[in-house]
């Protein structure tokens, strides 16, 4: 990296990705079809060999000798626990920082002395951070300080994003390209379909990082359904203009439930709000899924949540016993997408295709 922090910081996402090549995670414009077909390839393979004693032990004999640090200053369940497990499948050791309190960055210590610090102990740092920078902070601290080999490859330690500030949720992105692969495993996939995004899109980092995946795919169309204050920001539109991804607005979730092929839920993200604690904004009814709404889906479509979720979902969609209700599956589809993240970061991912 031969940019200061500063210049680095100063370009624009898109620009900072031929930096980041393949030593880091941060954006998802940083994927192709190529590598997310062949993420998808890998967590599936990953998923079927983990059902043997024998595929499990395999897995983890990969990378015994590498360690993990999970860096989550912002809450987070599943990101942590399933990156958590991804690693342990692999057989990684793992340390955590969990609590800004305490640990030496409240004494004052900066992100940059934080991250130098942490990579003296550990190859690998998955971080959740709230400032949407922290992740190119950490990457080009990591381009200064200690390298790792992999494949007989110098390379700064891997900095995965596993969420930063409202723009990019990355992974997430590419477990849900996974769970739409999987639930269109009989329709031809994801080119062609129409996908309806639902809720604040506006902070909602999970539908920022995968509208911008749509760009590789055929035929896609976007829907945005999202009250006017938190609807889909210029940036991505503007993106999807110059990738000629089609995309439509609308003012409620009944307007195109019918037509689309797969709802992607969000809770509103009223952590950037200054609401008194414990006290949450409710979803509009018009941007509520409902059992009716369950009714009215394609037989083949899919309803997908990143979660958490609250109001957005009426409770008895969860009861419904429908397969089309997905989002339970794509949490656990998750954990699966982390392992083949991994493994593809170590340069694992072709001796788990080769013994399969
Ligand atoms: N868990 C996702 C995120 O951290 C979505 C959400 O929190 O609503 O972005
Ligand atoms: N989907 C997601 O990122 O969940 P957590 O916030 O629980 O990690």
Redesign the pocket.
Known sequence: MDLSLQDFLSLPEAERVPYIKDHAILYAQQFDRESLDYHCRLADTCRKMHKTGEGADFLSSLLRHWTALNFFVQ????????FNSAQSMLGMRRASVRDINISSMSKGETLTDSIRTFISYVDLVVM?HGDSDAGAVAYWIATKARKIVINGEERPIPIVS??SGTKQ?PT?SLLDIYTLEKSFEQIGGIDGKTIMLVGDLKRGR?VRSLSYLMKNYNGVELVFAAPEQYQMQDDILHFLDTHHVPWRMVDSLSAAVADVDAIYMTRIQDEWDDLAPGTHEAASDEFCFKLEHLRNMKPTACLLH???KRDEIEEAVDYADDDRVVYWRQ?RN?MWMRVAIIAKLFGVGEAILERA
């Open positions: 809450p987070s369940s599943r990101t942590f626990l399933s959740r596993g969420g949720h997430q999970t990143p979660l958490p949490e998750g």
